[in-house]
């Protein structure tokens, strides 16, 4: 019998996966009407709240976890004393999937990789079928049936540091950023959680020039993002069609995989493609022309009485607001930017960020949790001021904004203090501003 363990989006696909393979289930989760309830009109297995007493289950024999279970969890650790096997839906997805399998993970992007990468291969390969799922919201499990010839998969730090062996064909890893410390033990344990996603991968592409993990730097099938300059100047001629400047690494990324995916389609070798195939690159970025950004990513909403709105609520993280600053410099000039930012911290020392990278701004509004926290660093970077919430923050902002300025929301922290999700934050900005 297995466990299910958290019972939302990820908790509901594994029941439908063990309903589909007749393997006998309990479900766990710490809620009393857990959101995965809604999607069965026929739901009748045992589910259980509140204290759950693994001992009283001995013939539980696997436990399928969702990524939103802390790992420090009392039924994972005993789970593990008692050798209990633990698996995630990613896991359970490239063992089982007969497609070639692209893991994505980094601290920042990896969304907008994963769409824009699987918007390109599908223009350029009208006739093959190519899936995206995993951490970008569409549960992998529910395409483990489907016949597909690419499976392109956002892999969180929870999904690879609950997993032991995750293997695929492509293993990506964008960049570590501080975050997510309220989880895991420290920056280093982060670190090697999102490492792993290079370990057992036919081929590894990684934007971090240096592992922690030992074995990976002896590794010969592991190349890096950087080799990709080589197209820096149609990478910068792409950028001058209205794209943000922080885009180019992720757009180097796409490139990457789709020279991958060639490459193994093709049984070609890898590193020879990237050296000689200049017009693919070309016919990848014409198709990423007609690719439609994502919400709360760098979103331009407008320009109210001569100053821009931009929502870019996705951003959890301090490289991620230092990174929309520097664009609001290149896109609208020098302190012309009035941030809006805070939230809660996820254990991110403020204090230890490399402030001398990012440009001056005209003035930060600091509101949420950590307020008093990130506004003591943020004021590194020009005048600062603390606000109530979001309204009281747009409405200081909107009081010193003068014709030419820019209102930036780029919180650089957790949403949950305040909202249910970033995309809450976002539609939020976007009603208080006038937008909606």
């Not at 240096?210 to 910068?236: G, H």
Request: proline content about 3%; charged content about 25%.
């Amino acid at each position: 019998m297995h466990l299910i363990l958290g019972f939302g989006a990820t908790g509901a696909s594994f029941l439908r996966y063990t309903r589909k393979n007749k393997i006998p289930v309990i479900i766990f989760d710490t809620r009393d009407n857990p959101p995965g309830l809604t999607e069965f009109e026929d739901f009748n297995e045992e589910i259980y709240s509140g204290d759950f007493d693994l001992n009283a289950f001995p013939n539980i024999d696997k436990i399928l976890v969702s990524p939103g279970i802390d790992f420090k969890a009392p039924i994972l650790v005993e789970a593990k004393n008692k050798g209990i096997k633990i698996q995630t839906d990613i896991e359970l997805f490239v063992e089982d999937s007969s497609s070639l399998k692209f893991l994505v993970t980094g601290t920042n992007g990896k969304t907008s990789v994963v769409s824009m990468t699987k918007h390109v291969l599908s223009k350029l390969f009208p006739k093959s079928k190519i899936i995206y799922c995993g951490n970008i919201g569409n549960p992998a499990l529910d395409f483990i049936n489907e016949r597909n010839d690419l499976s392109i998969i956002e892999v969180s730090s929870f999904h690879l540091e609950h997993s032991v062996n995750i293997r695929g064909d492509l293993g990506v890893l964008l960049n570590i950023d501080q975050d997510h410390l309220d989880i895991h033990l420290n920056e280093e344990a982060y670190r090697r959680s999102k490492e792993k996603v290079l370990c057992n991968c036919s081929i590894g592409l990684s934007g971090v020039d240096e592992f922690l993990t030992k074995e990976l730097s002896k590794k010969e099938n592991i190349f890096f993002l950087k080799n990709l300059d080589r197209f820096e100047e149609q990478i910068s001629s792409f950028l001058e069609c209205g794209w943000p400047v922080h885009e180019k690494d992720n757009i180097k990324a796409v490139l990457g995989v789709v020279l991958a995916y060639i490459a193994i389609k093709n049984k070609e070798t890898y590193s020879d493609l990237i050296n000689k195939d200049s017009d693919l690159v070309n016919r990848a970025l014409k198709a990423l022309l007609s690719f439609s950004r994502l919400s709360h990513r760098f979103e331009r909403l407008g320009i109210k009485e001569g100053v821009t709105y931009i929502n870019d609520s996705k951003s959890t993280n301090i490289s991620s607001l230092l990174t929309a600053i520097n664009s609001c410099h290149h896109l609208y000039g020098a302190k012309k930017t009035i941030l809006i930012c805070g939230g809660e911290a996820k254990g991110q020392d403020f204090s230890n960020i490399d402030y001398s990278k990012s440009f001056p701004i005209k003035q930060a509004i600091v509101f949420g949790h950590d307020k008093k926290r990130l506004e003591n660093a943020i004021k590194k970077l020009g005048k600062s001021v603390l606000a109530e919430d979001l309204q009281d923050s747009i409405n200081i902002s909107q009081s010193i904004a003068k014709k030419g300025d820019v209102i930036l929301l780029s919180p650089g922290c957790s949403s949950l203090d305040m909202f249910s999700n970033y995309e809450d934050r976002g539609r939020k900005f976007i009603e208080f501003s006038g937008f909606n």
